[in-house]
Nanobody
């Protein structure tokens, strides 16, 4: 059974920094892309950043220049370094692993349970 475990959320003042981590465990052969999404109260879940196995990245316009996504393939772990945080970054942040191969001809997407990031003004 594949599990994604996030850590690193918390309360920070505006302008501060946080680093989120997400580790995937289980019978994993490979993971295509890993990413971070967030959902603020009353809003839909949105993409924050994604990184492919070959380290190609994509960011939401709202976080470009402030957030950096990275991953360690050997550890099936993805990170999100968040700098210059703003109150509007407050949300539950979810880790996603896309096309996780656990056996031949079987690949699925998985989600973590989320970690809360609160940015105070």
């Amino acid at each position: 059974q594949v599990q994604l475990v996030e850590s690193g959320g918390g309360l920070v003042q505006a302008g501060g920094s946080l680093r989120l981590s997400c580790a995937a465990s289980g019978p994993i052969f490979s993971i295509n892309a890993m990413g971070w999404y967030r959902q603020a109260p009353g809003k839909q879940r949105e993409l924050v950043a994604v990184i492919t196995r070959d380290s190609m990245t994509n960011y939401a316009d709202s976080v470009k220049g402030r957030f950096t996504i990275s991953r360690e393939n050997t550890k099936n772990t993805v990170y999100l370094q968040m700098n210059s945080l703003k109150p509007e970054d407050t949300a539950v942040y979810y880790c996603n692993a896309e096309k996780v191969v656990t056996s031949p001809f079987r690949a699925m997407d998985y989600w973590g349970t989320g970690t809360l990031v609160t940015v105070s003004s």
